[in-house]
């Protein structure tokens, strides 16, 4: 019997309805998942200002979550009901060459779940068991529904030829870049700098094993990374911010041979970079997206503290409230880092 469930629909730039839709029996390698918490994901609020390049209003939004299977298809065999799970909100066509090839996160027409009339912030969600993982019991939902935007980090933090003695700097003390400081860290990184203009992040940054933190705001924060290096520059650069100014300062942070990884939202994708310093210094641009195989070593680096979560976690609200979460995101005086919508 299929399950009616309330959705949430971004209208017009910065104004949320809801919507009773249906949602289908699983089918035969699906779980049914009842959805205990989502977090808002930096993606959903570039949507919500109606500023995400490629997500036209109205749409849906959310796909950061954790909860209960409640239910399940004839065929599953990984999971029964009352599982706490997580999942990867990815889909992939399965059909494509990448795809036959398991490069699934450049299936060549991967979108998100809530671009086929679901949504994570709704009380329950189908996913194939497939892309559904074990919640471990030391993990809070609050704490799983953060799973996969670390998973984004590990992959960035694996995908950027990072190793012991490694020298960083993450634009943005934002989630993402919080989590891909520790992701880096974790991962061999010795020295890390972060740099942003907002003082309280800042601070949750050093909390969280950033040996520097440049208030981007105060100094030039180029001229200050140059410093801390001896002149050098550094050996990757990690940019969480999706502005043109923090992507060219990403760049002209690294010492000759450095990668600049970008993985912001980029509301305006036109962004003009001096190419020929880049040929003249041997620099390397890397832009990722999707994730497929870090999804279990987010976990397994969470799950043994390599990576905390808790520290991210500022807001909770209820679905009722959610207009108020995403603008209690744009609103830096509460200083909100992570906000998750929450069910019973």
Same mark, same amino acid.
């Given at each position: 019997m299929p399950r009616k469930v309330t959705m949430p629909i971004i209208e017009s730039p910065r104004q949320i309805s809801f919507k009773e839709v249906a949602l289908p029996d699983p089918g035969p390698r699906e779980v049914t998942i009842q959805v205990k918490a989502c977090a808002i994901c930096g993606s959903d609020v570039h949507v919500f200002k109606g500023m995400h390049p490629?997500?036209? +209003?109205? =749409?849906?939004?959310g796909h950061e979550l954790s909860g209960v299977v409640a239910e399940m298809g004839k065929e599953v065999s990984r999971f029964k009901v009352g599982d706490r799970v997580c999942m990867n909100p990815m889909l992939f066509c399965g059909k494509c060459y990448y795809c036959r090839r398991s490069r699934f996160n450049h299936c060549v027409q991967v979108t998100f779940?809530?671009?086929?009339?679901?949504?994570?912030?709704?009380?329950?969600?189908?996913?194939?068991?497939?892309w559904v993982y074990h919640l471990p019991d030391s993990l809070s939902f609050e704490e799983g529904a953060v799973i996969e935007p670390t998973a984004t980090a590990v992959h960035a933090a694996q995908s950027s030829g990072i190793q012991l003695g490694t020298k960083i700097a993450v634009f943005g003390a934002g989630p993402i870049g919080l989590q891909t +400081?520790? =992701?880096a860290k974790a991962h061999g990184a010795t020295w890390a700098a972060i740099v942003d203009v907002v003082d309280y992040r800042l601070d949750l940054a050093k909390e969280l094993g950033a040996d520097v933190a440049v208030h981007a705001g105060q100094v030039d924060p180029v001229q200050r990374l140059r410093e801390l290096s001896g002149g050098l520059g550094l050996d990757i650069t990690y940019e969480c911010v999706g502005l043109e100014q923090t992507m060219r300062q990403s760049l002209a942070a690294l010492k000759k041979g450095g990668t600049a990884m970008a993985l912001g939202v980029f509301e305006n994708p036109e962004v003009k970079l001096n190419l020929q310093d880049m040929v003249n210094?041997?620099?390397?641009?890397?832009?990722?997206?999707?994730?497929?195989?870090?999804?279990?070593?987010?976990?397994?680096?969470?799950?043994?503290?390599?990576?905390?979560?808790?520290?991210?976690i500022s807001h909770t609200f209820p679905l009722s409230r959610i207009q108020e979460a995403f603008e209690l995101l744009l609103d830096k005086r509460e200083k909100a880092v992570k906000v998750l919508i929450t069910h019973p």
């Open positions: 490629a997500a036209p +209003l109205p =749409a849906g939004a779940c809530y671009r086929v009339g679901q949504s994570g912030f709704a009380q329950y969600i189908n996913r194939d068991e497939d +400081l520790q =992701a210094r041997g620099l390397q641009i890397r832009a990722i997206l999707a994730y497929v195989w870090d999804f279990q070593t987010a976990l397994d680096l969470v799950a043994t503290g390599r990576i905390r979560l808790k520290p991210l």
